[in-house]
C-alpha cells in the first residue's frame, strides 16, 4: 500500500514492541517497532484533574465545545489513485456485546459512539467523532489521528482528552473517560501524513466519579477489520456541526447521524494531505463527523459491526460547493498493528 520511503521509515523514538506484547508476530508487512508511535502516558493525578474540568459547572465545558475546524473546513476534490492492495491477509476481530440498559432515545445507532472531547492549542474545548472498539481489557477508543494526536509537539496526547461514549443532546448517558495514551503511525505522528489518520487510545477503565466498569463492558466495543475488498457497504457515523461550503446548516453537533453506501472502486487521494490510499463513501454529513466510525457488516439488532474505517476528510467530487463525500484511510495490516497496540494493554483506574 505504502510508497518504499514510508515503508522505510525507521521511528526516533517512542517506538513500541507490539509482537512482544502480544507473543505473536504481526500481521503488516513492517516491523511493529517501525510503525507504532505513542503518546506519552497521562498519570492518574492528571486524568482526575483532567475529569473535573470537563464535569464541573455541570459539564459547562462540554456544552461550550464546537467541532474541529483544523484541516476539514477545506473541502476539495478526491482524485482516484489505483486499486486498493491489501498488504497481507484480510483479517478481522470479532465485536463484543454487553449486558448493560440503555437510556439512549437513538435505539437504533450503536451504543459505543459518542464524541472525544479536548481542548487544541489555542485553549479552545473541541470535540471529534469516535468509537469503542473490542479490546483485551475493554478500554480502546477509536478515531482520526487529527483528533488525538498533537504534531506540533510530538509524543503528546492532545490536551484534557476525555471520551463521552452515546453523548446526546448535552447529555452523557455513560459517563466520561479519560484517555491515558495514543497509539498512532509513525507516518502521521512524524509526517501528517492522512493515508494514517487513525488513531486508538487506551482510556482509564472506570468512569470518573464512580466504579461503574470498564468502557466496553458498558457500551460494548465494535469488532475491527483490516485488508477488505472495496464495493463493500458500510454504515458511517459522527456528529456533524460545521455549514455546507455554500453556508447551509443541515447539522447541529447536538444528535448523532449517519450514512449508507458501497466504498469505493479505487482508492483516492488528495496531494494536500499527502493522501494516495483513502476509501470513499457517499455522504453529505461535515466537519465534526471526522474520526467517526465506518462499520461493515452493521447489524441493525445487535448494534455491532466491523470498525473499517474513520472519517478523515470531507469532499466536494461534484463541485456544486456542498460536502458529498468522506473518505478514510484504508484499513490494511498496519492499521491492525497500531490498534493492537493499545488493544492489548491495561490501562489502570481513576479510583
Known amino acids: 500500500m505504502n510508497t518504499p520511503l514510508k515503508r522505510t521509515l525507521l521511528p526516533l523514538g517512542g517506538g513500541l514492541a507490539v509482537a512482544a506484547l502480544l507473543g505473536a508476530s504481526m500481521p503488516g508487512t513492517a516491523q511493529a517497532t517501525d510503525i507504532v508511535k505513542h503518546s506519552e502516558s497521562v498519570g492518574t493525578p492528571d486524568a482526575q484533574g483532567i475529569a473535573t474540568f470537563w464535569l464541573r459547572n455541570n459539564a459547562a465545558a462540554l456544552e461550550a465545545a464546537t467541532y474541529l475546524e483544523e484541516d476539514t473546513t477545506e473541502v476539495s476534490k ?11 491477509k484480510p483479517g478481522s476481530v470479532a465485536p463484543t456485546t454487553t449486558t448493560a440498559t440503555t437510556t439512549s432515545k437513538n435505539v437504533n445507532l450503536p451504543r459505543t459512539i459518542g464524541k472525544v472531547f479536548f481542548v487544541n492549542a489555542a485553549g479552545e474545548n473541541k470535540w471529534c467523532s469516535a468509537t469503542s472498539v473490542q479490546s483485551k481489557y ?7 489521528g487529527h483528533c488525538t494526536y498533537d504534531t506540533a509537539n510530538d509524543e503528546q496526547l492532545l490536551d484534557k482528552w476525555v471520551f463521552v461514549p452515546g453523548y446526546y443532546q448535552g447529555k ?3 459517563g466520561i473517560y479519560v484517555g491515558k495514551q495514543a497509539f498512532v503511525h509513525y507516518d502521521f ?23 461503574a466498569g470498564r468502557l466496553g463492558d458498558n457500551v460494548a466495543g465494535q469488532g475491527f477489520a483490516w485488508n477488505q475488498k472495496l464495493q463493500q457497504a458500510n454504515f458511517v457515523f459522527g456528529y456533524p456541526q460545521a455549514a455546507q461550503p ?5 447539522f447541529t453537533g447536538a444528535t448523532p447521524k449517519w450514512c449508507y453506501g458501497k466504498t469505493t472502486a479505487k482508492t483516492v487521494g488528495d496531494a494536500a494531505k499527502k493522501i494516495e490510499e483513502h476509501v470513499g463513501i457517499k455522504c453529505s454529513m461535515t466537519a465534526g463527523a471526522d ?4 462499520l461493515l457488516k452493521y447489524s441493525n439488532t445487535k448494534r455491532l459491526g466491523y470498525l473499517n474505517g474513520v472519517t478523515s476528510t470531507f469532499n466536494d467530487q461534484d463541485e456544486n460547493n456542498r460536502v458529498d463525500y468522506l473518505s478514510t484511510p484504508y484499513f490494511d495490516g498496519d492499521t491492525y498493528n497500531v490498534y493492537a497496540s493499545a488493544a492489548n494493554l491495561w490501562s489502570g483506574t481513576l479510583l
Do not use: M
Not at 478526491?78 to 497481507?88: F, H, I, Q, V
Not at 475493554?138 to 482520526?144: D, H, R, S, W
Open 78 to 88: 478526491l482524485t482516484s489513485t489505483g486499486t486498493a492492495e491489501a498488504d497481507t
Open 138 to 144: 475493554q478500554n480502546v477508543v477509536a478515531t482520526a
Open 172 to 174: 452523557a448517558p455513560w
Open 189 to 211: 505522528g512524524v509526517y501528517e501524513d492522512y493515508d494514517r489518520d487513525y488513531a486508538f487510545v487506551k482510556q482509564f477503565s472506570d468512569i470518573t466519579v464512580t466504579d
Open 246 to 250: 455554500d453556508g447551509n446548516k443541515p
Open 291 to 294: 474520526g467517526g466510525p465506518w
